[in-house]
């Protein structure tokens, strides 16, 4: 397809290559969706979603949907819908649902898709008349995950969701791994203390003046703080690669 742009390194070819980019990314995000949402945008039939009984409606009419690749059996335009699966290379709901559903929502969008059916409308006040209100009010409803403005190509960077939650959780993971470090040190220090005591007990031998004014000599800080950011750098590692558990 994208040597089908000419000329080949202006601004109209990297534009082309452009509408390519989106249609092939929108087709994935719609194949997630029609998984999430399969009553709405599913993908397996042409009935249990309203997105492929839309295309279906309008299979090989004009104003219309016809994908190319595949046949119209009663020629195109049709005065009324075949049933489907046409015959063709995109016959099956998982290509020619979601070939109709981009062009759908690009033409409800106002923007220019990467190729337009034959059978579809050139403008958006087309695609508002054509489409059922069912599948106007569906598109339109954030709540289903279907884009709601038109793609610019320019975006701004915002923080990663799994990077956030990768800190959060490992900052967290390893406040508790020291604590439980803590509590063992401290568990083992105790019981050498008592066992010094008693073997001083058993020696005769008390405690100094000193150690009565100062107490037991404090430890030396260990490398503590060095210990928790290698820690949770291993953490967010592992949770980047493998996601959130």
């Not at 020619?96 to 759908?104: L, S, T």
């Not at 975006?155 to 020291?178: S, V």
């Amino acid at each position: 397809m994208v040597d089908d742009y000419e000329p080949k390194g202006g601004a109209d070819w990297e534009a082309g290559l452009k509408r390519i980019l989106n249609e092939e990314i929108f087709h994935m995000y719609t194949h997630a969706l029609a998984k999430a949402f399969p009553e709405k945008i599913g993908d397996t039939d042409f009935t249990t979603s309203v997105s492929c009984r839309e295309m279906a409606r309008l299979q090989c009419l004009k104003p219309g949907w016809h994908h190319p690749e595949n046949t119209c059996p009663n020629g195109n335009p049709a005065d009324k819908a075949p049933a489907s699966p046409l015959e063709g290379d995109c016959g099956g709901a998982g290509c020619d649902c979601i070939e109709f559903f981009n062009q759908a929502v690009l033409g409800l969008l106002d923007q220019e898709p990467a190729w337009r059916s034959d059978n579809m409308p050139t403008d958006q006040a087309g695609f508002k008349s054509m489409l059922s209100e069912e599948f106007k009010t569906m598109v339109g409803d954030p709540q289903w995950g279907v884009p709601q403005k038109e793609f610019t190509g320019t975006y701004k960077a915002t923080p990663c969701p799994l990077a956030r939650l990768a800190e959060e959780n490992c900052g967290k993971a390893a406040e508790k791994e020291d604590e439980a470090d803590e509590k063992d040190e401290k568990d083992e220090k105790d019981e050498k203390d008592e066992k010094d005591e008693d073997k001083n007990e058993a020696d005769g031998k008390g405690p100094t003046p000193a150690d009565l004014i100062n107490g037991p000599a404090n430890d030396q800080p260990d490398n503590q703080t060095a210990r928790k950011a290698s820690s949770a750098t291993a953490c967010t590692k592992k949770f980047r690669m493998h996601g959130a558990k």
